[in-house]
């Protein structure tokens, strides 16, 4: 069974702070990550993908790889109400010849001004 | 850069009744196309994908198929509707390259049935 799972929160800082949201894979051969946002009733929309171990920065996104540990994490500087949603760690399995993207249940953020 | 049309937007329907969504691409060609669901207060469920035209996967034993009669149209279709068909229902596409295969959403299908 493939799994990926997130903190089940959910999250609530004030404006202006880090917010720190985590997930964990369970397959050792997977070799891309995403994360996701998805505002209430909207479709899924791509923040960051990382594929190799260590930091990708994105103006205030952070992503951060750790594949011997098998965690990646998203961190959001200087959180703004806008950033209020649900975040979706997505991990790219090995599938017979191919590959599929498991989903974790996702991370409620609030943001509060 | 690609965009995902799917429609319609939302749908009510009655147990038993069929079901068609529809989904189509544009900005690529030869794309993976995917339909998943997110029932309330759960997670993505990957239902199909595709590699290319007429080549469906099923992911998980239901009652409902997928289609794909051309490239960039992928369809989601039901005989006959359950209650827990309910759903928001995505579409979404990635390349076939690894700089590529990052997979994008479509707006959703709201769908109830009643």
């Known amino acids: 069974q493939k799994e990926v799972e997130q903190n089940s929160g959910p999250l609530s800082v004030p404006e202006g702070a880090i917010a720190s949201l985590n997930c964990t894979y369970s397959d050792r051969g997977s070799q891309s990550f995403f994360w996701y946002r998805q505002y209430s009733g909207k479709s899924p929309e791509l923040i960051m993908s990382i594929y190799s171990n260590g930091d990708k920065e994105d103006g205030r996104f952070t992503a951060q790889l750790n594949k011997a540990s098998q965690y990646v994490s998203l961190l959001i500087r200087d959180s703004q109400p806008s950033d209020s949603a649900t975040y979706l760690c997505?991990?790219?399995?090995?599938?017979?010849?191919?590959?599929?993207?498991?989903f974790g249940k996702g991370m409620k953020l609030t943001v509060n001004p | 850069s690609q965009t995902i049309h799917q429609w319609p937007a939302t749908l009510v329907q009655p147990v038993g009744s069929p079901l068609s969504l529809e989904c189509t691409v544009e900005?690529?060609?030869?794309?993976?196309l995917y339909w998943y669901r997110q029932a309330a207060g759960r997670g993505l469920q990957l239902l199909f994908y595709?590699?290319?035209?007429?080549?469906i996967s099923s992911e998980v034993p239901q009652n409902l198929s997928a289609s794909r009669p051309q490239d960039r149209q992928f369809i989601l279709s039901s005989k006959k509707l359950l209650l827990s068909d309910s759903g928001f229902y995505l579409c979404?596409?990635?390349?076939?390259?690894?700089?590529?295969?990052?997979?994008?959403f479509g707006p959703g299908t709201r769908l109830t049935v009643l």
């Open positions: 900005g690529t060609s030869n794309p993976n």
């Open positions: 979404a596409s990635s390349g076939r390259a690894i700089s590529t295969d990052t997979q994008y």
């Open positions: 997505a991990v790219k399995v090995p599938q017979g010849g191919s590959e599929k993207l498991v």
């Open positions: 595709s590699v290319g035209i007429g080549q």
